[in-house]
Structures are given as C-alpha cells and as structure tokens.
Nanobody
Framework: EVPLAESGGGSVQPGGSLRLSCVMR????????MSWVRQAPGKGLDWVAS????????RYAQSVEGRFTISTENTKNTVYLDLKSLKVENPGVYYC????????????RGQGTQITVSS
C-alpha cells in the first residue's frame, strides 16, 4: 500500500472547481498535521495549505486563501483540498504531504495528482 495516495486531479477551465483527496495509511491520523503542496510546471515545490487533524486548525498560502479549502475526514484517514475559482496560474502537480506549514519540506509526500487549467 502506498502511504499517501492522491486523487482528483484533472483539467478545468478558469473559474472551475476540483476536489483533491489523499488517503493516508500507516499514520496515526488523529494527531497529524497534513499539507498540500504544489509543483508548477518548471518550478520547485510551493506550500499551499495545512490542517491539523487534531483541532482542524488550517493555514493557507496568501495566493489561495478564500478560494481553496483544506479539510480532513478522520474516519477515512483522508485529507481533502477543495479548489474553487481556479486560475491559469494554479496548474501543476499537487502533492499530499505529511507535514505542517513549517515542516512540509522534510516530510513524506505522495506521488501527486495533476491539475490543468485552460480555456
């Protein structure tokens, strides 16, 4: 089993929406920080959002605040990222990361799921 398995990517038009899911196996899901990070085409990894599975505290990159929502469903060991009002600058590979906004760079992440935004 893959420890972190993302799904839900796809191609949308500007202004569209997607929901990404990440099932996390082998972790104590009730006391985790989890993040979504993105790699834009030709760029490095950027942090997008984080959530605590313990108290549901969330943090967002300024560029996505108000448009993206990170959440967890602890009974399913799943973290979600709801993306709304997608922009042409949002595409890339989105990775689920088992880290906080401070630790994501050194934490395990999945294989990623691709998002394309084009009209």
């Amino acid at each position: 089993e893959v420890p972190l398995a993302e799904s839900g990517g796809g191609s949308v038009q500007p202004g569209g929406s997607l929901r990404l899911s990440c099932v996390m196996r082998g972790f104590n899901f009730d006391s985790l920080f989890m993040s979504w990070v993105r790699q834009a085409p030709g760029k490095g990894l950027d942090w997008v959002a984080s959530v605590s599975s313990y108290n549901r505290d969330t943090r967002y990159a300024q560029s996505v605040e108000g448009r993206f929502t990170i959440s967890t469903e602890n009974t399913k060991n799943t973290v979600y990222l709801d993306l709304k009002s997608l922009k042409v600058e949002n595409p890339g590979v989105y990775y689920c990361d088992q880290g906080s906004s401070d630790t994501w760079e050194d934490s395990p992440r999945g294989q990623g799921t691709q998002i394309t935004v084009s009209s």
